[in-house]
T-cell receptor, first 116, second 113 residues
Framework: ETGVTQTPRHLVMGMTNKKSLKCEQH?????MYWYKQSAKKPLELMFV???????ENNSVPSRFSPECPNSSHLFLHLHTLQPEDSALYLC???????????????FGPGTRLTVL | QQQVKQSPQSLIVQKGGIPIINCAYE??????FPWYQQFPGKGPALLIA?????SEKKEGRFTISFNKSAKQFSLHIMDSQPGDSATYFC????????????FGSGTQLTVLP
């Protein structure tokens, strides 16, 4: 596996279900991110982990719960979601602390989530 | 202050045409401006990026033009091909950080054969 992988690629869940999204980065990066992508809207940054510590939580509802057990893995735990939470959820990683140079975030393919 | 405004929302050109996508920002702390390309079923991938100390950067058929005083930047695709059909996002980063990437709303480009 190379780059950033995400599983599952598609997920359909009811409003009362509990599910988890998984992300793994094989790039040796030290920062990982969850984004929400809805049609015709900018990507919305949800959570940022830097060196496994959560550094940003952009006012995300508590029905979304992130977990970063190590610098290569990131989870997004979902419970009692709403239909408006249906979207593409993207994971990304980057190498923090580099001065100058390209500050690129590498994205996974995303999980297409549908909440019924 | 953090917003990046992108236009147009969608764009259709003939093969060989030069589509232009525009972005504008307000936050003067931004000092790195990447463009991402996203194909259906894939995550965004970095296409080209520019810093405000240059007015233009070219990589292959892709060119970024940057106007620091107007706080605007644009992506030009020369000799566009059907394989360039994708959604393009501009973005901006403040100095010293890779974390606070602010995206535009995206432009869906279709290049007709």
């Amino acid at each position: 596996e190379t780059g950033v992988t995400q599983t599952p690629r598609h997920l359909v869940m009811g409003m009362t279900n509990k599910k988890s999204l998984k992300c793994e980065q094989h790039l040796g990066h030290n920062a990982m991110y969850w984004y929400k992508q809805s049609a015709k809207k900018p990507l919305e940054l949800m959570f940022v982990y830097n060196f496994k510590e959560q550094t940003e939580n952009n006012s995300v509802p508590s029905r979304f719960s992130p977990e970063c057990p190590n610098s290569s893995h990131l989870f997004l735990h979902l419970h009692t979601l709403q239909p408006e939470d249906s979207a593409l959820y993207l994971c990304a990683s980057s190498q923090e602390g580099t001065s100058g140079g390209v500050r690129e975030q590498f994205f996974g393919p995303g999980t297409r989530l549908t909440v019924l | 202050q953090q917003q990046v405004k992108q236009s147009p929302q969608s764009l259709i050109v003939q093969k060989g045409g030069i589509p232009i996508i525009n972005c504008a920002y307000e936050n003067t702390a931004f000092d790195y401006f990447p463009w991402y390309q996203q194909f259906p079923g894939k995550g965004p991938a970095l296409l080209i990026a520019i810093r405000p100390d240059v007015s233009e950067k070219k990589e292959g058929r892709f060119t970024i033009s940057f106007n620091k005083s107007a706080k605007q930047f644009s992506l030009h695709i020369m000799d566009s091909q059907p394989g360039d059909s994708a959604t393009y996002f501009c973005a901006a980063l403040p100095s010293g950080s890779a974390r606070q990437l602010t995206f535009g709303s995206g432009t869906q480009l279709t290049v007709l054969p």
